[in-house]
Nanobody, 126 residues
Framework: QVQLVESGGGLVQTGGSLRLSCAVS????????MAWFRQAPGRNRESVAV????????SYGDGVKGRFTASRDNAYNTVYLQMNSLRPEDTAVYYC???????????????????WGQGTQVTVSS
């Protein structure tokens, strides 16, 4: 059974930190790009971070650079998103996703991802 399970979301005050995790099972992981996306109420889903299979972050969303750090552990089929200095505008549902393409290709386009988690809510209070 294919599963991408996010965890670690919650309610935090402005300036606080959260660490999201996404555990992947039931499909190949270590040879595929993974990504984090988010969707705020009334807004389109946007790319937050993209990691190639080597663990290199190929892009961060403009609004999170310098505050968020993405990583992956291929031994545990898990990706992480460390979020620091959180702001109210970071409030969203955060999703992890696996690329549909084997290998190094890394994209911010959500159409290039065919496996998605259920999402975890992050709420930042002002």
């Amino acid at each position: 059974q294919v599963q991408l399970v996010e965890s670690g979301g919650g309610l935090v005050q402005t300036g606080g930190s959260l660490r999201l995790s996404c555990a992947v099972s039931g499909l190949p992981f270590s040879t595929y790009t993974m990504a984090w996306f988010r969707q705020a109420p009334g807004r389109n889903r946007e790319s937050v971070a993209v990691l190639n299979f080597k663990g290199e972050v190929t892009s961060y969303g403009d609004g999170v650079k310098g505050r968020f750090t993405a990583s992956r552990d291929n031994a545990y089929n898990t990706v992480y998103l460390q979020m620091n200095s959180l702001r109210p505008e970071d409030t969203a549902v955060y999703y992890c996703a696996r690329s549909r393409y084997l290998g190094i290709y890394a994209s911010e386009n959500q159409a290039d991802y065919n496996y998605w988690g259920q999402g975890t809510q992050v709420t930042v209070s002002s």
